[in-house]
Each structure stands twice: as structure tokens, then as C-alpha cells.
């Protein structure tokens, strides 16, 4: 069975600055993907980014980037230039590739509570 | 991205009663997941609902207690039976982008007293 492990469970940062959430995993798969989610108090799960298992590069999505490092089954997510919005919960999460009845099985972490400060 | 509404928002039950939770997608979707978000906790998968076949549900959930219909490839609903307090939580409905990815519904808050 696969683990997501988010250590921190809270953290914050002032305005304009930068933040990394981390997240390790444990796996004996070695096609899967991995996501960071985000949960605002709204409660609407917004997908933050994805990396694909098989890919070295690391997966940027304006000012959200990951340190995808594979050997040691960590991802952790950097947020440049923090704004308030960016406050919410932020759930690591793991799914099995290959398709068939790993689809849409999620793995979560337990979550950060990310608060930025003006 | 596909828009995913659920029905209710939020609600509050009594022991004992059942509630149905509608979930309605956009777009036709062949899979649609229900998960449960515990208070202050991570969210679980409840079950996969396949258009046309039973839902298949993970280990710790049972049809009698969750059973979820799927008339058709953009609409599903999830009831939650015979509510206890234990019950409260967040129910979210997803379906599958092209990449991997889940898409949420803005969830269901249930409070049950």
C-alpha cells in the first residue's frame, strides 16, 4: 500500500515571499503520479499541479513549482511570491499509474495549513 | 476542466435518517469517485460509480451504508444511510481529467446530530 506523509502541519509566510511544503511517499510502484491539491476554506479540492513519475523535469505551473526527487520519494511544492489567496490546506497526493483500477484512487497526505500574512 | 455541482452544500441530519447527495458533471464522464473528508482530516475514496454496473466500493465502505446510483454519464448520487454522528463529514464527488488528475465538486458538509 502506498503512504503520503506531509510532516508540517502548519505553516506561514508574509506576503510576496516564498514557502515550500514538503511531502514524502512511499511506493514499490514505479509509474505513478503525483499532485499537490489545494483546499481554501471554501472546501473546493483546485488542483495545483502535477508531475507524471516518469518525468525528470520538474512540473512549474506559474508560481507553484516541484522538487521532485524520486530516489528519495519526496515532492515538495515551492510557492513563489506568496499572496493571500494562497492560504488553504494543501494536500499531497499519489495515484498508481497504468490506468485500470488504480484510476482515480487517490492517495492524500494529511495536509498543511499554509497562512499567508500581509 | 470539467464543472462538477453538488446538492446540498451543507446540511444537517438526525441519527438515524438517510440523506442523498447529488452530484452533477458537465460533460460525460465513464467514472465519477466519492470521497470523505473526515473533520480535519485527509479525504478517503468511498467507491467508484461506472455508469451501468454497481458502484465498487474500497475496503471499509459497504453498499448498505453508501449506496450510489449512476443513471446516466454526468449525474450520480451517493446516499449515506442510517446516519450516526460518526457520519459527519465532508462528501466530495470527482471525476477524471486526461492526465491522472481528479477534478472535485465543491463538496457536501454534512452535520449529523
Known amino acids: 500500500a502506498q503512504t503520503v506523509t506531509q510532516s508540517q502541519p502548519e505553516m506561514s509566510v508574509q506576503e510576496a515571499e516564498t514557502v515550500t511544503l514538503s511531502c514524502t511517499y512511499d511506493t514499490s510502484e514505479s509509474n505513478y503520479y503525483l499532485f499537490w491539491y489545494k483546499q481554501p476554506p471554501s472546501r473546493q479540492m483546485i488542483l495545483v499541479i502535477r508531475?507524471?513519475?516518469?518525468?525528470?523535469q520538474n512540473a512549474t505551473e506559474n508560481r507553484f513549482s516541484v522538487n521532485f526527487q524520486k530516489a528519495a520519494k519526496s515532492f515538495s511544492l515551492k510557492i513563489s511570491d506568496s499572496q493571500l489567496g494562497d492560504t488553504a490546506m494543501y494536500f499531497c497526493a499519489f495515484m498508481r499509474g497504468a490506468g485500470g483500477t488504480s484510476y482515480g484512487k487517490l492517495t492524500f497526505g494529511q495536509g498543511t495549513i499554509l497562512t499567508v500574512h500581509p | 476542466s470539467a464543472v462538477i455541482s453538488q446538492k446540498p452544500s451543507r446540511d444537517i441530519c438526525q441519527r438515524g435518517t438517510s440523506l442523498t447527495i447529488q452530484c452533477q458533471v458537465d460533460?460525460?464522464?465513464?467514472?465519477m469517485f466519492w470521497y470523505r473528508q473526515q473533520p480535519g482530516q485527509s479525504l478517503t475514496l468511498i467507491a467508484t460509480a461506472n455508469q451501468g454496473s454497481e458502484a465498487t466500493y474500497e475496503s471499509g465502505f459497504v453498499i448498505d451504508k453508501f449506496p450510489i446510483s449512476r443513471p446516466n454519464l454526468t449525474f450520480s448520487t451517493l446516499t449515506v444511510s442510517n446516519m450516526s454522528p460518526e457520519d459527519s463529514s465532508i462528501y466530495l464527488c470527482?471525476?477524471?481529467?486526461?492526465?491522472?488528475?481528479?477534478?472535485f465538486g465543491e463538496g457536501s458538509r454534512l452535520t449529523v446530530l
Open positions: 470527482s471525476v477524471g481529467g486526461g492526465a491522472g488528475e481528479l477534478f
Open positions: 460533460s460525460q464522464v465513464t467514472m
Open positions: 508531475q507524471e513519475a516518469y518525468k525528470q
